[in-house]
Nanobody, 124 residues
Framework: VQLQASGGGLVQAGGSLRLSCAAS????????MAWFRQAPGKEREFAAR???????LYADSVKGRFTISKDNAKKTMFLQMNSLKLEDTAVYYCAASATTITSTSTRQSAYNYWGQGTQVTVSS
């Protein structure tokens, strides 16, 4: 599966952005999907995950502010980001796994496929 992330940009603190991850090449509904992010000078970290079953997991840092969703018919995953903070500044990556992700896993190594990343910059 090929993944293409988009929707990043520059936004003021407190604002909102909606990221999209378009998939091509295979049946989208058979994958567990996730968003990871990498801030400047830091390691890439888990942000949110939606499994093929629809179950969702969020990192504590984004819980209550970000919403992950997907549209199987459009083969697209979304990340609605509200109440953005300066510390949300990062490159956001979408990822997909052909094998089922365990319910609490946040490991990057569990994902087989990665998009190219989209930059989100939150300014004061």
């Amino acid at each position: 599966v090929q993944l293409q992330a988009s929707g990043g940009g520059l936004v003021q603190a407190g604002g909102s952005l909606r990221l999209s991850c378009a998939a091509s090449g295979t049946s989208f509904s058979n994958y567990d999907m996730a968003w990871f992010r990498q801030a400047p000078g830091k390691e890439r970290e888990f942000a949110a995950r939606i499994r093929r079953s629809g179950s969702i997991l969020y990192a504590d840092s984004v819980k209550g502010r970000f919403t992950i969703s997907k549209d199987n018919a459009k083969k697209t995953m979304f990340l609605q980001m509200n109440s953005l903070k300066l510390e949300d500044t990062a490159v956001y990556y979408c990822a997909a796994s052909a094998t089922t992700i365990t319910s609490t896993s946040t490991r990057q190594s569990a994902y087989n496929y990665w998009g190219q990343g989209t930059q989100v910059t939150v300014s004061s």
